[in-house]
Every structure is written in structure tokens, then in C-alpha cells.
């Protein structure tokens, strides 16, 4: 199965870091509009093992397209850098896929919007990430630690700590402070 490896920071503006990303020379993929939608029992049995199922919604910014993906997430190996199992694949039809789920026992849970950059550099995708009232973010996928933390110094985060929680758990932590009855999380 593949496995997911990346550094999460949390940043207070991302134009430095677009900056140097040309600088490096890294390449501009795209900007997205993301809806991510978690699925899970009514007894929250996939969050307690730390477990995510998750069906996302990318609106392409530049020509409206839109994309479906669900994706497995097992449960996080311990480290400095985030560490799991991840199943991602396409669909191409969301409503299918949520009707599925339902019947498999998967009702929707928390969802949230995601604005994203993505640049790829060195073998890296760098993603600018930004959610409704949590802030802004840089995240560096990789093949391995090593290229990961290389491409962080290289956008000089080398001093910015590493996040360690998933965006699913900051959402879900932000509603549960604020006593919220909604399970959503949008800029407007």
C-alpha cells in the first residue's frame, strides 16, 4: 500500500514562499477549490483508530473542472514527519460514491473547504494550503524524509515547527471549542 510522508506547516503568509518557489525553479501545477468530506460510524469507529475515509471535491480554479477522489487513510506511524498508509482513487460520480458509503455503514462527518496551490520541486509536491479560520499552510509531499526536509530548508521553513496534526483534526478540535452544531467548515 502506498504511504503518504509529509511536513506540515503552518505559515502566516504565503507570498514568500511563492517567491521562493520560483526562485527555485519549481513548477506551478494549479489552484483548486477543495471540499473534503470525512466519512465514518455513527460510533466514530475509523476516527478512534485514527483511521480517515474521505471524499474530496477539487474544482480546478483555472476551467471550473472538477474531480472526485476518495481516499483510505490508515492510521499515523510516530515521527518527526507524518507517516501513513494511503489508497487514493478516482470517481466519477460523488453522489455514487457517498450513496456507497452510506450503505457500507459511512455516514458524512465533518467536511471543509480547502484553497490550494500546488507546485511541484525536486520530487516534491508543495501545496499552499489555506482553510477557513484555521490559516494558512505549506505541505511537502515526498518520496522520503531526507528530500522532504531538503525542500523545506530550501523554502527556508527550516526553523517553522512541524504540524503534526491533520487538518481533519484541527476542523474537528475548532468546532468542538466553539460548541459548533455544524459539521462544516467554509469561507463564506
Not at 474521505?54 to 518527526?80: C, F, H, M, Q, W
Not at 489508497?87 to 450503505?103: C, G, H, Q
Request: hydrophobic share 35%; glycine share 6%.
Amino acid at each position: 500500500m502506498p504511504t503518504e510522508i509529509e511536513a506540515k506547516l503552518q505559515v502566516e503568509d504565503h507570498e514568500p514562499f511563492r517567491t521562493r518557489l520560483r526562485e527555485c525553479g519549481a513548477r506551478h501545477v494549479g489552484d483548486a477549490l477543495e471540499v473534503n468530506t470525512f466519512f465514518d460510524t455513527p460510533d466514530r469507529a475509523l476516527r478512534s483508530r485514527d483511521m480517515g475515509l474521505r471524499l474530496r471535491r477539487t474544482r480546478d480554479v483555472a476551467n471550473d473542472r472538477e474531480e472526485y477522489i476518495v481516499t483510505s487513510k490508515g492510521p499515523a506511524a510516530p515521527g518527526a514527519l507524518k507517516h501513513r498508509d494511503e489508497l487514493e482513487f478516482a470517481v466519477s460520480d460523488a453522489d455514487a460514491a457517498t450513496r456507497l458509503f452510506d450503505r457500507l455503514g459511512y455516514r458524512p462527518g465533518i467536511s471543509f473547504e480547502k484553497r490550494r496551490q500546488s507546485w511541484e520541486l525536486d520530487g516534491c509536491h508543495v501545496e499552499l494550503d489555506e482553510l477557513p479560520q484555521l490559516g494558512k499552510f505549506v505541505e511537502i509531499e515526498g518520496p522520503n524524509e531526507g528530500v522532504i526536509l531538503r525542500v523545506r530548508d530550501k523554502l527556508g521553513l527550516t526553523q517553522q515547527p512541524l504540524e503534526q496534526k491533520s487538518y481533519i483534526a484541527m476542523v474537528a478540535a475548532l468546532l468542538e471549542q466553539r460548541g459548533s452544531t455544524s459539521r462544516a467548515l467554509r469561507f463564506a
